[in-house]
């Protein structure tokens, strides 16, 4: 059964600092996806991540995918009180729309 | 574009009720997925329809049940209605092909009184 865990599942940091959440899975997937969630809100997807190594980058926030150790991670660049959110990453191994989600990581930046 | 658009938004039942909860995938989508959302288990996959066809199903008892229409748009019904059942449910859709990101609707709040 696949498990998806993400770490921190709290975060809070101030403004203009550097931080990385990351996401680690238990069994091989090439397909990683992080997602936004704003209080009261659905979810807004961030990257679409598709192959080891791959690398995106919007804004102050950059994803990475290494499929041989499991782990993506989501790195927040100088820290802005609008980035303040739960960040979900998300695998999918299977033929099909079928996401395991992680718990959230809850971030709130404080100016 | 229009979004993924769910109906209604809030819904309140009480317990051995039925529920049926509705959803408009964006224009062109094929693949719509269901997924429920708690405090306690977070988001946890619930089935997805493509083409008409259930393509994938969760680990949920035969309570929570779905279909989708030739023109996309899907139901999913809930029988028996149990408190535990109180949560959101968020409805997405993507083209079909499974590298691209499913684009949630706003959800459907059910609570179970």
């Known amino acids: 059964e696949l498990k998806v865990e993400q770490n921190p599942l709290f975060l809070s940091m101030q403004e203009g600092k550097n931080y990385t959440i990351y996401c680690n899975y238990s069994?091989?997937?090439?397909?990683l996806y992080w997602y936004r969630q704003d209080p009261g809100k659905s979810l807004e997807s961030l990257f679409v991540?598709?192959?080891?190594?791959a690398v995106k980058q919007e804004g102050r926030l950059m994803a990475s995918l290494d499929t041989k150790a499991r782990l993506s991670t989501l790195h927040i660049t100088a820290a802005v009180h609008d980035l303040s959110a739960t960040y979900f990453c998300?695998?999918?191994?299977?033929?099909?729309?079928?996401?395991?989600f992680g718990a959230g990581t809850i971030l709130r930046v404080k100016s | 574009k229009a979004g993924v658009t769910q109906t209604p938004r809030y819904l309140i039942k009480t317990r051995g009720q039925q529920v049926t909860l509705s959803c408009s995938p964006i224009?062109?989508?094929?693949?719509v997925s269901w997924y429920q959302q708690t405090p306690g288990q977070g988001l946890q996959f619930l089935f997805e329809?493509?083409?008409?066809?259930?393509?994938n199903k969760g680990n949920f008892p035969g309570r929570f049940s779905g279909r989708q229409f030739s023109n996309s748009r899907s139901e999913m019904n809930v029988s028996t209605l149990e408190l535990g059942d109180s949560a959101l449910y968020l409805c997405?859709?993507?083209?079909?092909?499974?590298?691209?990101?499913?684009?949630f609707g706003d959800g459907t709040r059910l609570s179970i009184l």
């Open positions: 997405a859709s993507s083209e079909g092909d499974t590298n691209q990101p499913q684009h």
């Open positions: 069994t091989t997937s090439d397909r």
């Open positions: 991540l598709l192959s080891n190594g």
């Open positions: 998300a695998v999918d191994m299977e033929y099909g729309n079928k996401l395991v």
């Open positions: 224009s062109g989508h094929r693949s």
């Open positions: 329809y493509f083409s008409e066809t259930q393509r």
